[in-house]
């Protein structure tokens, strides 16, 4: 257990560095947010007509 | 010392005909007949077809050393779609569903890349059905393992283990791995399917499979499924080998999930057989109960009972797992599932369960269940849904749509491991590294002397009575390395059986 803690802590420590590096992460969870909406945008083009019904109908029987 | 873990992936898919009553069978083997009849017509070299031998297929054998009674090889199903491809894959009608599995890879990055090309093969299957169905009739094909009311189908796993390996001991030590690796390995449901969980208490799990499991060790595959299957049918040679067939991952779409699930699934394995895990004591207290515990735990955060009184996460098992196989990479080596693959496999396995530790939205990138979970919540919160809600099902299943242009997985732009041409090769063409070269390539040059096929022989029919069987009983011999300038040599069937001595 002792060890693994050591472990952890060093990749903490190397996390750490690695942020030090990066845009603060307000600019990060920006582009993030904007990547997610495109996404979205997108789903609703091609998402399924009728969602309930196109759940409703999916039934799969016999399967291992 | 531990040995090469050749390993598979077989896939069985949803299946749904939009536009006309069906039966799931016939829907299944008219997909696969499409595929294969357009494969032939391509080839315009008449019949293509090459059926599965059922012979040597005894799935009611059992590890712990009894058979089941009444159990028999399935030749009820033979009049079934049964296909073996070019690639070295099997693609047939199992049960109620298409199934693709992968051919026999010798590492964990070659499997990810032929579970890729099954997800292709399908989708061209849809695409040859198009051509076939009346108008207005519509094949679609989900890669998941769960229809949302309680009927799960499978994604398993193979891998090949020494026969030397205490069968005991090897359930006994996969199990913790089974449970804790849920938390990279799920591919993400919303809702739970179990009586009385209401989105309120489960409104998204980790995992599609971990509700349907009941048993700890068992024969079963469609009910009372066990986390620790049974079934002892090594498709190669028995007095050497074992095969342990896994049922209770997930399908993935997401490579990196592919990666981890197969790879970490083989390391872990070869530390077991190399008896590395002992003093390692991670055995839970209730195992089955932690699966599910661990699928609706999206905190990621919630001790698990063990059976010694100490309580710990499925973090904190995979990071003891990892610790092991550090040590274990440097005093035995990687060799059992390739030395290049495996240093990816142990920094990749860190990184993951570090980012999973720290923000596990960060891995929308890599992991389905993370990436499916992100995109789900994101659209709630824009619609202003509730967990309950139709719309958030339909995407849940949406994202496992394997035609192009309609998969939200798709859509998520996840990381991978191979380009698309590497893939649409991997559709044609099998692994260089295993005996599927052998299968594969034979089939490629001389598919109309092939009368049948099965994972550890192919049988020759060379016009005059009788049939030849070569058998393949050895999963790494028929590579490229062996065969390739044999293949070569010879123009015909005949001369490739006189140079292997089976006329």
């Known amino acids: 257990m002792a060890e693994r803690e050591q472990k952890r802590k060093q990749s903490t420590t190397r996390s750490d560095e690695v942020v030090e590096t990066v845009p603060p992460t307000t600019k990060q969870g920006d582009k993030l947010k904007a990547e997610l909406d495109e996404l979205l945008d997108e789903i609703d083009e091609v998402l399924e007509d009728n969602a309930e019904e196109f759940v409703r109908s999916y039934v799969q029987k016999g399967g291992q | 010392m531990a040995i090469r ?20 069978i016939t829907v299944s083997s008219l997909l696969i007949n499409a595929y294969v009849s357009a494969l032939a017509r391509q080839a315009s070299a008449g019949n293509n077809k090459v059926g599965w031998d059922f012979e040597d297929e005894s799935p009611g054998r059992d590890a712990r050393g009894f058979a089941r009674e009444g159990a028999m090889a399935p030749e009820i199903e033979t009049h079934l779609v049964n296909a073996v491809l070019t690639n070295g894959a099997r693609y047939y009608v199992d049960h109620a569903h298409p199934e693709y599995s992968t051919p026999e890879c010798s590492d964990a990055l070659e499997a990810v890349l032929w ?3 099954g997800e292709r093969i399908l989708a061209r299957s849809i695409e040859a059905a198009g051509e076939v169905l009346p108008a207005g009739q519509e094949i679609v094909v989900y890669k998941n393992n769960s229809d949302r009311k309680g009927n799960s189908y499978g994604c398993h796993e193979n891998y090949l283990l020494d026969r030397a390996v205490p069968f005991a001991r090897l359930a006994s030590q996969i199990t913790p791995h089974f449970v804790s690796r849920q938390i990279y390995t799920g591919a993400g449901k919303v809702g739970s399917e179990a009586a009385g969980i209401g989105p309120d208490r489960v409104p998204f799990q980790l995992t599609q499979r971990a509700e349907f499991f009941e048993e700890e060790v068992g024969l079963e595959t469609t009910l009372k499924r066990p986390l620790v299957n049974t079934r002892d049918e090594p498709h190669s040679d028995s007095q050497r080998y074992r095969r342990l067939h896994v049922i209770v991952g997930d399908a993935n779409l997401a490579e990196i999930s592919t990666f981890l699930k197969v790879g970490v699934t083989a390391l872990v394995l070869s530390m077991i057989e190399d008896d590395e895990l002992a003093g390692l004591d991670l055995t839970l207290a209730a195992p089955v109960q932690a699966h599910r515990i661990v699928s609706y735990d999206l905190s990621l955060a919630t001790p698990l009972e063990m059976a010694d009184g100490r309580r710990m996460t499925a973090l ?7 610790d092991r196989a550090k040590k274990y990479a440097e005093s035995r080596g990687l060799e059992s599932v390739g030395v290049e693959v495996g240093r990816d496999l142990l920094d990749r396995w860190e990184a993951v369960l570090h980012a999973l530790e720290t923000d596990y939205l960060s891995l929308a990138g890599q992991l389905d269940w993370v990436a499916k979970y992100q995109m789900v919540s994101g659209y709630r919160e824009r619609h202003h849904l509730g967990w309950g809600d139709h719309k958030l099902a339909a995407l849940d299943l949406q994202y496992h749509d394997v035609r192009p242009g309609r998969s939200l997985y798709e859509k998520c732009g996840l990381e991978r491991l191979f380009t698309e041409e590497a893939v649409v090769s991997a559709i044609t063409n099998p ?13 490629q040059k001389w598919a109309g002397s092939i009368a049948a096929a099965n994972w550890d ?15 393949m009983m050895e999963p790494l011999r028929g590579t490229a390395a062996h065969v390739d300038r044999l293949l070569q040599q010879c123009e015909t069937p005949a001369q490739l059986l006189e140079a292997l001595g089976s006329t």
């Open chain 2, 457 to 471: 022989s192919l049988v020759f029919d060379l016009g005059t009575d009788p049939l030849r069987r070569v058998p």
């Open chain 2, 115 to 117: 579970d890729k090309a």
């Open chain 2, 316 to 322: 904190e098992m995979q990071w003891e797992l990892l």
């Open chain 2, 431 to 443: 692994p260089t590294t295993t005996r599927a070269y052998f299968r594969g390539r034979c089939l």
């Open chain 2, 5 to 24: 873990k050749v390993l598979g992936i077989e896939t069985e898919y949803g299946i749904i005909l939009r536009g006309a009553d069906s039966n799931p």
